[in-house]
């Protein structure tokens, strides 16, 4: 028994696709969010009546 425990301790094939999928997971979470903060830096530009690309844009 303890054989096959430290051969599974030492056992690193899965490793890389958990690795793979951590970054998957962290770069889809900052590119969300990097979207919504976008969004809502768009969404103030056009809200705002005097702002002068509101004004341009009127012209």
Do not use: C, H, P
Request: net charge negative; no cysteine; glycine share 8%.
């Amino acid at each position: 028994m303890k054989i096959l425990l430290q051969r599974f301790l030492e056992d690193e094939t899965g490793a890389t696709a958990i690795e793979y999928g951590l970054i998957v997971t962290v770069l889809s979470l900052t590119i969300i969010g990097g979207i919504g903060q976008a969004a809502d830096a768009m969404a103030w530009l056009f809200s705002d009546n005097s702002s002068r690309l509101v004004n341009a844009f009127a012209q």
